[in-house]
């Protein structure tokens, strides 16, 4: 059976990330409108007819898509902020939590989750369901990605002058990822946030630092990693490093799963220490934004759920 898929806002990065991975599945057709991408009634139609649709467009006009789409039948996933703490929304991580998958493929409307909170909320979501994190904890996360998660006005300035380095942002702490990232994660207490951007196109660290001895439990670096493996024992993109490799570690590169769908979690620290660094390493592009829709997607259609990812 072939389904039917319309990506509004198919060129820009997200969608040519998309576009990329399921173009030539055999069971899925594309409905490209070519430049009739900006014409209201085109995009209303295909909307409508789809069997399914994947919106990569700014908040207010994801919004203003979603309200064009009658049919009932037609499966909405949403790649923008606008729906991720929306209770109405199933949101989008697969492994966030028993159940996810199914309720994801039980859905018609699914929120995208955004690259950072994906690498957090798979550090720190099952730690604080295992009351190893209080839920009023002051929990801090610190992250670095390529330029390409800033979009093409970012892409533009990294690639055709002088880009800074390094940089970092959210200064305000008033980010868009913190309500999302609190919200599923389970707290009670904003995150605060430290984003910032490298002088490389894709790929990022996510990183929560934790002093293990101030914690209620005093959980162990083993405690820590025993129950990140048995959050996913059984994930498909999501693995969890051993503790032997991790400390056989001198770095860690941004880049190391570029092109993948994959999300890959290390708990670094002294096995008698009493701190330690969770990292997760992912591509933006990839688990952190267009695989993890086209993930969403074959959920929800009933397919493969790898199918077109790597």
Not at 196 to 211: I, S
Not at 225 to 246: K, M, N, P, Q, S
Not at 295 to 302: A, E
């Amino acid at each position: 059976m072939t389904h039917t898929l319309f990506i509004d806002g198919e060129a820009g990065t997200t969608g040519l990330e998309i576009r990329e991975r399921v173009e030539g599945r055999a069971d899925l057709e594309l409905i490209l409108l070519g430049d009739r991408r900006r014409d209201v009634e085109a995009r209303r139609e295909a909307l409508n007819v789809a069997d399914a649709v994947i919106l990569c467009l700014p908040d207010d006009a994801a919004k203003e898509a979603v309200a064009m789409v009658q049919n009932p039948a037609v499966r909405v996933i949403d790649a923008s902020t606008a729906y991720r703490v929306d209770p109405v929304w199933t949101y989008g991580f697969p492994e966030l939590a028993p159940g996810q998958a199914e309720r994801i493929a039980a859905s018609t409307r699914v929120s995208n989750p955004g690259c950072y909170p994906t690498g957090f909320l798979a550090l720190v979501a099952p730690l604080v369901r295992a009351g190893l994190i209080p839920a009023d904890w002051p929990v801090t996360v610190n992250a670095v990605s390529g330029y390409s998660g800033g979009g093409k006005a970012m892409i533009a300035e990294f690639e055709g002058g002088a880009p800074d380095p390094f940089r970092a942002y959210g200064l305000t702490q008033r980010h868009k990822h913190v309500p999302e990232m609190t919200t599923h994660a389970g707290l009670s207490r904003n995150v605060l946030f430290a984003p910032a951007v490298g002088n490389y196109r894709q790929g990022m660290l996510v990183e929560v630092p934790l002093h293990l001895s101030a914690l209620p439990s005093q959980p162990s670096i083993e405690v820590i990693h025993g129950a990140l493996v048995e959050a996913y024992d059984d994930a498909r993109f999501v693995e969890v490093a051993d503790l032997e490799t991790t400390e056989a570690m001198t770095g860690l590169t941004p880049e190391g799963l570029n092109g993948t769908n994959r999300l890959r979690l290390h708990v670094f620290g002294d096995r008698n220490g009493e701190q330690a660094r969770l990292v997760a390493l992912l591509d933006n592009l990839g688990k952190g934004a267009s695989g993890a829709a086209v993930q969403n997607l074959n959920l929800m259609l009933g397919l493969d759920e790898g199918a077109g990812l790597a």
